[in-house]
C-alpha cells in the first residue's frame, strides 16, 4: 500500500535513503558474523592457493570468483567491527579496556591486507584479532568465552559465548 507512495516520494528526491546497525540503539551487538568472515577468507585463500584445473579459464573463473567473495567478506568485517567499536563501546567500557582502538585499527588494517593479497598468513592473523575483539565484546558483558574449532573447514579456532550455564 505504502510501496508506491515511497517509490515517487524516493524518486523525486523527497526521501534520502540510509542504513545503520541501528541507531536506535537496538542492543543487539555480536562479533560473530565477523568471525565468520574471516574464516571464509581463510577458507577463500586455501581454495585459491588449491586451485587446480588443466583449463586455464575454469581456474581464472575460480580465482575471480574467490577474489570477488574475499574482498566482500573483508569489508563486511570492517564493517561489522566498525559498528561494534563506534556504537556498542561507551566511554566508560573504553576506560577499561583501552586497548580496544589499538585492537579495531589492527583488524581495519589486517582486513585491507586481506583484500590486497592472498597471503594465508593475512587471514590467519585476521582470525587471531577477530577473535580477541570477540573475547574482549563478551567480556564487556560479563559473559565468560571459551575456544574451540568451527565445525567447518579451515577448522580454525574460534572464540565463542559461553551461554546457558
Not at 536506535?24 to 568472515?37: K, L, R, S, V
Request: aromatic fraction near 8%; include cysteine.
Amino acid at each position: 500500500m505504502f510501496a508506491p507512495l515511497y517509490t515517487s516520494l524516493k524518486s523525486r528526491g523527497l526521501i534520502v535513503e540510509a542504513s545503520a546497525h541501528c541507531d536506535i540503539p537496538c542492543g543487539i551487538y555480536d562479533p560473530h558474523p565477523a568471525q565468520i568472515g574471516a574464516v571464509t577468507i581463510v577458507r577463500l585463500m586455501d581454495i585459491m592457493h588449491e586451485g587446480a584445473s588443466d583449463n586455464p579459464v575454469a581456474l581464472a573463473n575460480l580465482h575471480a570468483r574467490c577474489a570477488l567473495r574475499k574482498e566482500e567478506e573483508a569489508e563486511k568485517i570492517k564493517t561489522e567491527i566498525r559498528v561494534i567499536w563506534g556504537d556498542y563501546f561507551k566511554p566508560a567500557m573504553v576506560e577499561q579496556h583501552p586497548q580496544v582502538h589499538e585492537l579495531v585499527h589492527a583488524i581495519m588494517a589486517a582486513g585491507s591486507a586481506c583484500k590486497q593479497d592472498v597471503h594465508r598468513e593475512d587471514g590467519l592473523k585476521l582470525v587471531e584479532l577477530v577473535n580477541e575483539f570477540a573475547a574482549l565484546f563478551w567480556q564487556t558483558k560479563g559473559v565468560p568465552t571459551y575456544t574451540a574449532p568451527c565445525p567447518y573447514p579451515p577448522k580454525l579456532d574460534l572464540v565463542y559465548p559461553k551461554l546457558g550455564g
